[in-house]
């Protein structure tokens, strides 16, 4: 029976010394772990916004050598990314416009090389609506050369007419398709 409880106190003895031993480094492992907090990434989205506004009407009554005001106003919205924007003036195929009015467009445009009336400038991102007039001093001018006759001659299907598209594409050094004005308008022009 001695032999038993020599061999009996041997096992409890080897299994106290291990119980011991992976609590000493079981307690070790744990001193040596730790854990960093979660770095999260959030993805929104960026946004371009704009309008075209005018507060003048849209029917202007034509008198040789009259003064029309005129003030179409393109904005790009607060908080849009940087872009192209872009103005598309179309003037009336019916009635030669030239022939009864004569306008500038506002300083800061600049004309697109190849594409009749589009006119562009770029944008910096802001935190307030930047409105860019389209008319330069918001003013059309009747010619001093139309005649009784010419406008005689005008209808509702032929009366000239002169009007504004706004447009903006998003401006981006990185992006190598729009490194341009004229890459910005091809994605427009052909979608």
Do not use: H
């Amino acid at each position: 029976m001695k032999r038993k409880n020599s061999v009996l106190k041997i096992v409890l003895l080897s299994v106290a010394a291990c119980l011991i031993a992976c609590s000493i480094i079981g307690g070790s492992i744990a001193w040596l772990m730790t854990k960093t907090d979660p770095v999260v990434n959030t993805f929104t989205f960026g946004d371009i916004n704009i309008t075209l506004t005018e507060t003048t009407g849209d029917t202007y009554k034509m008198m040789p050598g009259k003064t029309l005001d005129k003030d179409p106003v393109l904005t790009v919205k607060a908080g849009s990314e940087n872009c192209w924007v872009f103005v598309k003036i179309d003037e009336s195929q019916f009635a030669d416009l030239t022939d009864f009015i004569e306008y500038e467009v506002a300083d800061g445009w600049t004309a697109l090389t190849g594409v009749d009336g589009v006119y562009y400038r770029t944008y910096d991102a802001s935190a307030q609506d930047v409105g860019y007039g389209i008319i330069k001093g918001d003013v059309v001018k009747v010619k001093d050369t139309v005649t009784k006759d010419m406008l005689d001659a005008l209808n509702q299907t032929n009366y000239p007419k002169l009007s504004f598209t706004g447009y903006a594409v998003q401006r981006d050094a990185s992006i190598d398709a729009i490194d341009t004005a004229e890459e910005a308008w091809a994605l427009i022009a052909n979608p």
